[in-house]
């Protein structure tokens, strides 16, 4: 599985932004669609998480505030972002765990106070 992200950029604290993950298959049986993100110096992290049943799970640092959904249809996963804050700076790449873990290139999303 090749996965494509995108909607990364400069945006304003409290802004939002809306990443998307577009599949080179078919995600309706793709067990677990994913965000995670890395900031300079940290390690890699879960941000939000989405099952091929629906089922969705959050970082607690974003719940609230990121929404996590999934478009069948058009193979894309898409990571809703709000109330944007400077630590939530980072390069957030997007994951298909299906037998395997499959990693997009990532999008940098920049939040600037």
């Known amino acids: 599985v090749q996965l494509q992200a995108s909607g990364g950029g400069l945006v304003q604290v409290g802004g939002s932004l809306r990443l998307s993950c577009a599949a080179s298959?078919?995600?309706?049986?793709?067990?677990?669609m994913g965000w995670y993100r890395q900031a300079p110096g940290k390690e890699r992290e879960l941000v939000a998480a989405?099952?091929?049943?629906?089922?969705?799970n959050y970082a607690d640092s974003v719940k609230g505030r990121f929404a996590i959904s999934r478009d069948n249809a058009k193979n894309t996963v898409y990571l809703q972002m709000n109330s944007l804050k400077p630590e939530d700076t980072a390069f957030y790449y997007c994951?298909?765990?299906?037998?395997?873990?499959?990693w997009g290139k990532g999008t940098q999303v920049t939040v600037s106070s």
């Open positions: 994951n298909a765990e299906h037998g395997e873990d499959y």
């Open positions: 298959r078919s995600i309706f049986s793709i067990n677990v």
């Open positions: 989405i099952t091929s049943g629906g089922s969705t």
